[in-house]
């Protein structure tokens, strides 16, 4: 819960401070496919992390990212994966949560990937790691899109689930 509203908060402040009120409006988080990639890379960490965090490790867009684990396990136990994610830019935050940030182009989510803990153990997906996709609005979710949320079926070709025909559930 506290790196969610971290990052909800950041979401929210960094948009009031560039004036938008969608996210494919600015680029700190969003790629527009036609500027520089290194420059926009440089500034995920120079306008997003640096700027609403407080930063004890910048791992940059270093792969694999050492600001997570080496190895991730299932929630049953089994071993998930070796540290496979490719990240646009990853830090470690002060209160020692590891944040992987995938950006979001003009028509699709982009992604936090988050270690509550860092690269300490459990490293267990679904306990101390998960993703969150972050859309347009600035909302933060799992997977649940705002048009879901609103009760519309369908979203950037993908189908709802999870949400009832009432977007109030």
């Excluded at 009120?21 to 500034?43: A, I």
């Excluded at 950006?103 to 989510?109: I, N």
């Excluded at 690269?119 to 998960?130: E, S």
Aim: some cysteine; aromatic content about 12%.
């Amino acid at each position: 819960k506290q790196v969610y509203s971290e990052l909800s908060n950041a979401m929210k402040l960094m948009m009031a401070n560039e004036d938008v009120n969608k996210l494919s409006d600015s680029n700190t988080l969003t790629y527009d496919g036609e500027s520089d990639w290194d420059e926009f890379v440089q500034g995920l960490g120079d306008k997003f992390f640096k700027k609403y965090f407080k930063v004890i490790k910048d791992c940059g867009n270093e792969y694999p990212s050492t600001c997570f684990a080496d190895d991730y396990k299932s929630i049953d136990g089994n071993n998930s994966s070796t540290n496979p994610y490719s990240c646009y830019y990853s830090v470690i935050i002060a209160n020692g949560a590891s944040i992987c940030v995938n950006a979001a182009s003009t028509t699709y989510p982009g992604q936090f990937i988050v270690d509550i803990n860092g690269p300490k153990k459990p490293n267990i997906i679904g306990r101390d790691f998960f993703t969150l996709s972050y859309y347009y609005d600035g909302s933060i979710d799992e997977s649940i899109t705002p048009e879901c949320k609103k009760g519309i079926l369908s979203s950037h070709g993908l189908l709802c689930s999870g949400v009832g025909s009432n977007p109030e559930e």
